[in-house]
């Protein structure tokens, strides 16, 4: 039941995910013929944001180091990414194999 | 819910960076004594900062057409209590901050204000409340981490707000306009950061019920049964 549990609401999560990718639509490009982005970083929306509603604010710091491109960004993010899940993996091995041991040695009467 | 670098004024980027210091040190206090006192926690420890760092690194699709991500924060929060997760997310958004030009060294005490203190914070409140009025412990965990996600990208909203009010509608206006932007792409984000905790808290109950119980985040029966 545990299991099904689990599945199921992996299910969901990657349902969650590619719902949007699937009902979000590309609007037509605007009036100045620039295609219009979708899917930006919320973050990024935010900045822009930040510009419509005090137009004379200006970033006072910059970044000290930036992403040379937006591939060593992901490169740098699924490292982040890369290091946790390995993290997680290595405990859910270690775990289960500590478990099936425990079952083991108590199934087999010690001689 | 990253404010982007030199996106605060001064005087907010330090009064956020003022109030966020104690956290984190009190965080480490709180973490250095526990890992002295029950060494064999370390692993789960690692298992809810590892969580943190897959989590804010996952930028996922949301119905509004933008992309966030999740915060991971909820299961540390609930596993060792609001405060060890100060540090944790403050490795996270630093690491975020210097590397990759995301959120930023300015902001970093806002930044972690949200994501590793009103969070867990939430988190770990809402998941106690649940278990006092006798919600499914699957449901509380749930619940907990999913609404300390959402609760992060509205005190983002409300920094932003706060910063920033509109010329016209003052805090308010100018609060419904970041919400829009962060916390509506954020509710499909938080269910899915919810069912994740639940998952990884199943396998934990299943592996690791004596810490757990030791951490009263599971009562004794609920294993024996």
């Known amino acids: 039941m545990k299991r099904h549990q689990n599945l199921l609401m992996m299910i969901a999560v990657v349902v969650l995910v590619a719902l949007p990718l699937w009902m979000v639509k590309k609007p037509a490009p605007g009036p100045d013929g620039k295609d219009v982005q979708i899917f930006a970083g919320a973050d990024d929306k935010a900045k822009d944001l930040v510009g419509t509603i005090v137009p004379a604010y200006k970033p006072w710091f910059k970044p000290l180091i930036e992403p040379p491109s937006g591939e060593i960004g992901s490169l740098l993010f699924a490292l982040q990414a890369a290091l946790g899940a390995g993290f997680i993996g290595y405990w859910y091995g270690s775990s289960k194999t500590r478990a099936q041991m425990r079952s083991k040695t108590e199934k087999e009467p010690r001689c | ?225």
């Open chain 2, 1 to 225: 819910m990253h404010i982007m670098e030199g996106f605060l004024p001064v005087k907010h980027a330090i009064g956020w960076s003022v109030a966020a210091a104690p956290f984190v040190i009190y965080g480490l206090y709180t973490i250095n004594k526990r890992i002295k006192e029950k060494p064999e926690q370390r692993m789960l420890l690692g298992v809810a900062a590892a969580f943190t760092f897959v989590l804010s690194a996952l930028k996922m699709p949301s119905v509004t057409g933008s992309c966030s991500h999740p915060t991971g924060t909820g299961l540390g929060a609930i596993l060792f209590g609001p405060a060890a997760m100060a540090p944790i997310g403050a490795v996270v958004l630093l690491f975020q901050a210097i590397l990759l030009a995301h959120g930023g060294l300015t902001t970093l005490g806002a930044n972690v204000i949200s994501m590793a203190v009103v969070g867990p914070f939430a988190a770990a409140a809402i998941f106690r409340a649940a278990k006092a009025v006798k919600v499914p412990f699957a449901f509380s965990i749930f619940l907990a981490a999913s609404c300390a996600d959402l609760l992060t990208y509205i005190t983002t909203s409300a920094q932003l707000a706060f910063a920033f009010p509109d010329p016209a509608g003052g805090f308010a206006a100018s609060f419904t306009k970041f919400a829009s932007v962060f916390a509506l792409t954020q509710i499909p984000l938080a269910i899915s950061e919810g069912l994740l905790t639940v998952v990884v808290i199943n396998a934990l109950v299943r592996f690791n019920s004596p810490e757990l119980q030791e951490m009263k985040v599971i009562a004794v029966q609920e294993v024996q049964a």
